[in-house]
């Protein structure tokens, strides 16, 4: 049972309480921790004033770091974030590995306790002793705890144990649409974009499909980006997929084949490293970012003015580079590429091997046959500090050959290494790509990431053997890429962040991306310097003095920097004022925006060009109307006007109709019940949800084979409306799913004020009796008598002081409001 939400609303604490609760409340906020991290001391004489021990500066005083005791804290595991966790933490901040954090972070269990003697539920068990190579990062700013461990120390799915979900059926659709219509000096220019992924789950079998739609200014076209089956094998401990796929191989990911592959279950822990590729970016206006992995469109997704930081992305898989295109309403675009070496936290493969056989799949606008292609890999573990792996892939006219070695160095150096070989009989031409990707934490404060991958001109891909490859084609590989990523968090300086890209081409022709912040808060105001830069390279743009028209024009120096101060207002508004340059645009800014509630946020701006003395204007709005999410945003300035729209979600068909979510659904989700109650809250592991007019909702997402939970908010049900359990946990199994349902209990609660014949109030104790002569309460002051549970018509009897009875007769009105407390009426006690 949980207990009830007025029992624990209706305390009244005493003033000094309040206090030391509210300060107590204010610790765990990320502003209060990231402005200790920074330095900001505390007025010790205040917080003896207060009644709070001045102890506590001494113990924020070095650096931010979680209160002692359980904290609930978001949790990521080698990149794949797990949701909310209750996380123990000791005298000094550090994290103690409980059984409960072990279960949910997936991880073995070493036999080894660190303080014997503890609750079972409590023991804090030597995980770091076992595995020496885990990384631990407490960023207790944000509320979370960052695991980055070796893949032995994955727990292996809990196929064998029985204990969790199977089977159910529900079929699934998800939509992401997004437009804008621009009316300029030099024309009209419309774009519409729409991704939609269609299937079902049926006894454990994933079956999906992915489509997109795009219509550029008149010009419109489809594509299919994939459909497959999908089921794990307990007995073979793999996950099996058929159908039109895109390869999971980790040394040769991303080729689109017809097809069947199977791979080791934990593979799918981290799917296809879209948690930990990372796009950043500064938008100079309202744009739509376009990424592109292995030629296929995987997100498209609308932007604000301003910084970008993009993650969680649908990629197809975690070694090929991302290419990124930032386009503005009037058709102006600017292109740099992630590469793969580069994502940061990137996991080592999954122990296991990994085998996939088709035919290859052209994507739209490739030429050349389709051959038959096999591909195998192998990696193992080699102690619990590193890992190998060792591959083919094979065709008619093509092989290549791969391996990879992962390991951790001094408990804190991550160092990833890969080569590739290939060889192409039809052209006979040979050549290796290699690749090398260092992560490590430098002191406490300083993390630091770097990569080098470089190809010889003879290495080809197997999606370009049977193509006419013409010099320019050639010389447009790239022959070298280079990435640097560094971040410093300093008490007096602030927050660093810096992120290089460089790469080469055979053909000489150099680009690099540069992307780098600064912040610092002062007071109560937050100051922010971000500089964006693109060295070489193209972009397409349009010219207004070209009657329309496109071209491409070389970027030689392509340098943005945004000086931007952001002040709170009060509640959650915000005001920000800022300047930007590129090139010899200068402009400023002010900017107001507001979370109104969690349903509703907006922000409006006007911005001025300093040069041209030219204003524009622009708003956004976006609306969580419980069923799905909707973006809308408007902006005018001296060449025109133009309308902005994002609308995402999904819905669930089951045998209880049809259920719609804000999220998109993943591979293992549910429904969940709360009665016949509608917009009652529900937190689940993908955000909170509310029911709708039947009482159900869509748990988006349920992470498979380990435990989740599920939980009503008490305080959205109606004030008659309790719940026997408030709180589920349950263990999915992958591909399936799950239905649950919470028991409400409705009680009807009655104030009677009450009379005798004559009209004179109840004396006060006289007891009032039910059914059965069974005794339910006294008569309080003015003839007041409070009944718990009124469900029907019914009788009662009135004990007088005098030896004498009365009946009263209570008729409830014959539909309740559910909001209310309870129902108050009036009645006239007869004479018994």
Not at 135 to 148: A, F, I, Y
Not at 439 to 464: C, F, H, K, M, W
Request: glycine letters at 12%; proline letters at 5%.
């Amino acid at each position: 049972m949980v207990p009830s939400r007025r029992g624990i609303a209706g305390i009244a604490w005493p003033g000094r309480s309040k206090l030391s609760i509210g300060f107590v409340a204010l610790w765990s906020l990320p502003g209060i921790a990231t402005a200790l991290e920074l330095g900001e001391g505390f007025d010790l004489a205040a917080l003896t004033t207060h009644g709070i021990d001045p102890k506590v500066a001494d113990y924020f005083r070095s650096a931010a770091r979680f209160r002692e005791g359980v904290q609930v804290v978001g949790l990521r595991v080698n990149g794949n974030p797990l949701g909310r966790v209750d996380a123990q933490f000791g005298p000094q901040g550090e994290l103690c590995f409980t059984p409960g954090l072990l279960e949910k972070a997936g991880l073995v269990k070493p036999g080894a306790i660190l303080q014997p003697g503890a609750q079972p539920g409590q023991a804090c068990h030597d995980f770091l002793g076992a595995f020496p190579a885990t990384m631990v990062r407490l960023r207790p700013g944000t509320d979370e705890v960052v695991l980055v461990v070796p893949t032995q120390a994955l727990r292996e799915p809990e196929w064998e144990s029985g204990h969790f979900s199977q089977g159910g059926a529900a079929a699934l659709f998800n939509y992401d649409v997004l437009g804008y219509d621009s009316h300029s000096r030099s024309g009209p220019s419309r774009f519409v974009s729409a991704h939609t992924e269609a299937g079902f789950n049926l006894d454990d079998w994933i079956v999906r499909s992915r489509q997109f739609y795009v219509s550029d200014n008149g010009q419109a076209r489809t594509e299919h980006l994939h459909a497959y089956a999908q089921r794990d094998f307990s007995a073979l401990h793999s996950t099996f997929q058929a159908g039109q796929l895109s390869s999971n191989n980790p040394l040769f990911g991303g080729i689109q084949l017809s097809g069947v592959q199977f791979s080791p279950d934990g593979q799918s822990r981290t799917p296809a490293g879209g948690n930990i590729a990372v796009v950043e970016g500064l938008a100079q206006s309202q744009s739509r970012v376009e990424i592109r992995q292995s030629g296929v469109l995987v997100h498209s997704t609308l932007v604000p003015e301003g910084p970008f930081r993009l993650t969680g992305l649908p990629l197809l898989n975690a070694t090929s580079d991302l290419e990124v295109s930032v386009i503005d309403v009037r058709g102006a675009k600017r292109r740099f590429v992630v590469p793969a070496a580069s994502f940061a936290g990137a996991a080592p493969a999954a122990p296991g091997y990994y085998l996939s056989v088709g035919e290859l799949r052209r994507t739209a606008g490739e030429e050349g046959p389709s051959p038959l292609i096999a591909m195998g890999s192998g990696t193992w573990g080699l102690g619990s500090h590193s890992s190998a792996g060792f591959g083919l892939l094979n065709t008619d006219d093509y092989w290549a050959a791969g391996g990879t070695l992962s390991s951790v160095f001094f408990q804190r150096v991550s160092v990833n290494a890969r080569h590739n070989l290939s060889r192409d009989s039809q052209k006979a031409v040979s050549g290796s790509r290699s690749s090398l990707s260092l992560s490590s934490p430098i002191g406490a404060n300083i993390d630091v990431n770097l990569s080098a991958t470089t190809q010889t001109r003879g290495y080809r891909e197997v999606t370009e053997v049977g193509q006419s490859l013409r010099a320019d084609d050639l010389n447009s590989h790239f022959k070298n890429q280079y990435t640097a990523g560094v971040s410093w968090a300093d008490p007096t300086l602030g927050v660093f962040s810096l992120n290089y890209t460089r790469s080469a081409q055979f053909g000489g022709q150099t680009s690099e991306h540069v992307f780098a912040s600064w912040n610092k808060s002062f007071g109560r105001a937050d100051v922010a310097l971000i500089a964006d830069s693109q060295v070489g390279g193209s972009r397409v743009g349009r010219d207004a003095n070209y009657a329309g028209g496109r071209r491409d024009r070389a970027v030689d120096n392509d340098v943005s920097l945004r000086l931007q101060v952001s002040v709170p207002l009060g509640g959650d508004r915000r005001v920000s004022s800022y300047t930007s340059r590129r090139g010899e645009q200068f402009s400023a800014g002010t900017a107001l925006s507001e979370r109104v509630n969690e349903y509703v946020n907006y922000e409006v701006a006007v911005e001025r060009d300093m040069r041209a003395r030219e204003q524009s204007l622009r708003g956004q709005v976006n609306v969580l109307p419980r069923y799905t999410r909707v973006g809308l945003g408007v902006s005018r300035d001296p060449l025109g006007t133009s309308y902005t729209g994002q609308w995402q979600g999904g819905a669930v068909a089951h045998e209880g109709g049809l259920t719609f979510s804000p999220y998109s659904v993943q591979d293992t989700f549910g429904i969940v019940s709360v009665g016949d109650i509608g917009s009652a809250k529900v937190e689940t592991p993908q955000g909170p949800v509310w029911t709708d007019f039947s009482g159900q909702a869509v748990i988006a997402g349920l992470p498979a084979y380990t435990n989740s939970r599920v939980q009503v908010q008490t305080p959205s049900l109606p004030k008659r409306v309790d719940l026997k359990n408030g709180t589920q946990v349950l263990a999915a199994g992958r591909g399936s799913f799950n239905k649950v349902d919470f028991d409400l209990v409705k009680v009807r609660r009655m104030l009677v004020t009450a009379n005798d014949q004559h009209g004179r109030p109840l004396p006060q104790g006289a007891s009032v009796f039910g059914k059965g002569n069974r005794f339910l309460t006294s008569v309080v002051g003015e003839g007041m008598i409070f009944l718990n549970d009124v469900s029907e018509s019914q009788n009662l009897k009135v004990s007088l002081p005098d030896s004498s009875t009365c009946l009263l007769h209570i008729d409830p009105e014959a539909k309740p409001d559910n909001d209310k407390f309870y129902e108050a009426t009036s009645a006239v006690c007869q004479g018994g």
